[in-house]
């Protein structure tokens, strides 16, 4: 049976003869193609992607590209015609019968009688992988350079440092949002999350409000019956690239965007985890190479947050020692008065902006009474009474630092 292509009929025994002819010659995938459709193939195709010669025949070629490869493959195509050159170089993913995806370098030249195309195609998997892999390398180590540099620069973290750390890993890892935070603990010593950056993905009025009043601050996010409570809760990295499936989730609030995939990475110093890294859908999913990608930068970030953790730590201490020497001025004051100034004086002076209140015990340990000596503005923030039950540094009998 004949073979019509571009208005030049070949036979099939002609067809026959230029396909072992051109078969002989070439150790890789070869093959004939009218355009789109593929009408002879030597074996490698079958040894390399697992399709044979009737299932390649049966298919339109641009059914195994992927899908982010076809718009390139398209000019390629269309620039070879176009210019009415005779042979062209193309690199593209093709799906292999097992459903995976290979990277194939192809070279045509166009046979200027029948205008069919003769194709040998290289797998270049291997090659096209170490080469991507390098490239991600090298991006994760600029990245770390960076972060160390701003870090240096600004002596220390701010809110915008800890944005840029998160917009880059996002970059880095096609990831659409995500989170970095740090881990507190609550009064019976149950880990929970409060976010030195997060994304904005806000879905409704109210979320709009509350990210909008928190973000600066951090948000708090404490349900370890999650993805994330996951890590906390564990202490190792958590991947789930079915999150809706996936029995550690606690789903999602009402009109939240989809989750289509997730990573969580502990963050961890000397002494145990101090924060966390999250990320979500990423088009690919996230696996153990994403980790091992991400492991620098998250050791890096450990260190920040633990120094940061120290440094509270030691700020808590000295405001623990400048407050009991002004105790011990206030109680030796021979009018509450002016002890209450001083009070007032000295915490203005180690938290300016800060708001106070005043407090006297009663010999009822059930409650205390409250010495009104705030500004006006603040009124609203402190409760008349407080119970001995919520204050921390009355059960504890030290001071403490939130």
């Given at each position: 049976?004949?073979?019509?292509?571009?208005?030049?009929?070949?036979?099939?025994?002609?067809?026959?003869?230029?396909?072992?002819?051109?078969?002989?010659?070439?150790?890789?995938?070869?093959?004939?193609?009218?355009?789109?459709?593929?009408?002879?193939?030597n074996?490698?195709?079958?040894?390399?992607?697992?399709?044979?010669?009737?299932?390649?025949?049966?298919?339109?070629?641009?059914e195994?590209?992927?899908?982010?490869?076809?718009?390139?493959?398209?000019?390629?195509?269309?620039?070879?015609?176009?210019?009415?050159?005779?042979?062209?170089?193309?690199?593209?993913?093709?799906?292999?019968?097992?459903?995976?995806?290979?990277?194939?370098?192809?070279?045509?030249?166009?046979?200027?009688?029948?205008?069919?195309?003769?194709v040998?195609?290289?797998?270049?998997?291997?090659?096209?992988?170490?080469?991507?892999?390098?490239?991600?390398?090298?991006?994760?180590v600029?990245?770390?350079?960076?972060?160390?540099?701003?870090?240096?620069?600004?002596?220390?973290?701010?809110?915008?440092?800890?944005d840029?750390?998160?917009?880059?890993?996002?970059?880095?890892?096609s990831?659409?949002?995500?989170?970095?935070?740090?881990?507190?603990?609550?009064?019976?010593?149950?880990?929970?999350?409060?976010?030195?950056?997060?994304?904005d993905?806000?879905?409704?009025?109210?979320?709009?409000?509350?990210?909008?009043?928190?973000?600066?601050?951090?948000?708090?996010?404490?349900?370890?019956?999650?993805?994330f409570?996951?890590?906390?809760?564990?202490?190792?990295?958590?991947?789930?690239?079915?999150?809706?499936?996936?029995?550690?989730?606690?789903?999602?609030?009402?009109?939240?965007?989809?989750?289509?995939?997730?990573?969580?990475?502990?963050?961890?110093?000397?002494?145990?985890?101090?924060?966390?890294?999250?990320?979500?859908?990423?088009?690919?999913?996230?696996?153990?190479?994403?980790?091992?990608?991400?492991?620098?930068?998250?050791?890096?970030?450990?260190?920040?947050?633990?120094?940061?953790?120290t440094r509270?730590?030691?700020?808590?201490?000295r405001?623990?020692?400048?407050l009991?020497?002004?105790?011990?001025?206030?109680s030796?004051?021979?009018?509450?008065?002016?002890?209450?100034?001083?009070?007032?004086?000295?915490?203005?002076?180690?938290?300016?902006?800060?708001?106070?209140?005043?407090?006297?015990?009663?010999?009822?340990?059930?409650?205390?009474?409250?010495?009104?000596?705030?500004?006006?503005?603040?009124?609203?923030?402190?409760?008349?009474?407080?119970?001995?039950?919520?204050?921390?540094?009355?059960?504890?009998?030290?001071?403490?630092?939130?």
């Open positions: 049976m004949p073979v019509r292509t571009n208005a030049v009929t070949v036979s099939e025994s002609e067809l026959d003869r230029l396909a072992e002819d051109f078969f002989s010659q070439s150790a890789d995938m070869a093959g004939l193609l009218d355009g789109e459709r593929f009408l002879r193939g074996a490698r195709w079958q040894e390399v992607l697992g399709w044979s010669e009737e299932e390649l025949k049966a298919k339109n070629m641009n195994m590209i992927h899908e982010d490869d076809l718009e390139a493959t398209g000019e390629a195509i269309s620039k070879l015609h176009e210019t009415g050159a005779t042979s062209f170089a193309h690199t593209n993913r093709c799906l292999a019968r097992d459903g995976s995806w290979h990277w194939l370098a192809w070279n045509s030249v166009l046979d200027p009688e029948t205008n069919l195309a003769f040998t195609v290289r797998d270049v998997t291997k090659e096209q992988t170490i080469r991507a892999e390098r490239e991600e390398l090298l991006a994760t600029s990245l770390l350079s960076e972060i160390q540099h701003r870090y240096i620069a600004e002596e220390g973290t701010s809110r915008s440092w800890w840029f750390v998160l917009g880059e890993l996002l970059s880095l890892t990831a659409e949002f995500g989170f970095i935070g740090r881990v507190e603990h609550d009064e019976e010593g149950a880990p929970y999350l409060v976010t030195q950056a997060v994304t993905i806000a879905w409704n009025e109210w979320s709009r409000k509350f990210y909008d009043e928190f973000a600066a601050t951090g948000i708090e996010f404490r349900n370890l019956k999650s993805l409570g996951a890590t906390l809760s564990s202490g190792e990295a958590v991947i789930a690239n079915e999150p809706a499936a996936d029995a550690r989730s606690g789903g999602l609030p009402e009109g939240h965007p989809p989750l289509n995939s997730y990573l969580g990475i502990p963050l961890k110093s000397v002494d145990g985890m101090v924060g966390m890294i999250g990320l979500a859908n990423r088009s690919t999913g996230f696996d153990e190479s994403t980790i091992s990608r991400l492991q620098p930068i998250a050791d890096a970030l450990g260190q920040v947050l633990d120094t940061a953790a509270r730590h030691n700020e808590a201490i405001i623990e020692r400048d009991s020497t002004d105790a011990l001025s206030i030796r004051s021979p009018k509450l008065a002016e002890a209450l100034e001083l009070t007032s004086a000295t915490i203005a002076e180690l938290h300016p902006g800060s708001a106070s209140a005043f407090y006297i015990s009663h010999r009822d340990p059930a409650q205390l009474a409250r010495m009104d000596i705030r500004d006006d503005a603040n009124r609203a923030d402190f409760p008349t009474e407080l119970h001995r039950a919520s204050c921390l540094a009355l059960e504890q009998g030290a001071a403490h630092l939130s």
